[in-house]
């Protein structure tokens, strides 16, 4: 299973960027890695991993949008949650 989250992970860091990314799957892979994830009544993911923090708006798609595929890839580079470092 853990291949599957892994390969969740690597969509964040694909070139050119992928626009149909499930936001339930990668919530999932992310969790699966460690990161905690505290859901708002705003329809936002706030999300902590070694001391760092990132709020995700969740569009009513339920993918995540290019803008926010963007942010996220900066925060898992800032948290060191790459493709590279991950088992």
Avoid at 17 to 23: A, Q, W, Y
């Amino acid at each position: 299973m853990s291949h599957k989250h892994k390969t969740k992970i690597e969509k964040i860091f694909e070139h050119p960027v992928s626009g149909n990314i499930d936001t339930k799957k990668f919530l999932s892979a992310l969790e699966h890695y460690g990161v905690e994830i505290d859901m708002t009544k705003h329809n936002r993911a706030k999300l902590f991993y070694n001391s760092g923090e990132f709020i995700l708006a969740l569009s009513h798609r339920n993918t995540l949008s290019k803008d926010s595929v963007s942010e996220l890839r900066h925060f898992l580079e800032k948290v060191d949650l790459t493709p590279e470092n991950i088992e």
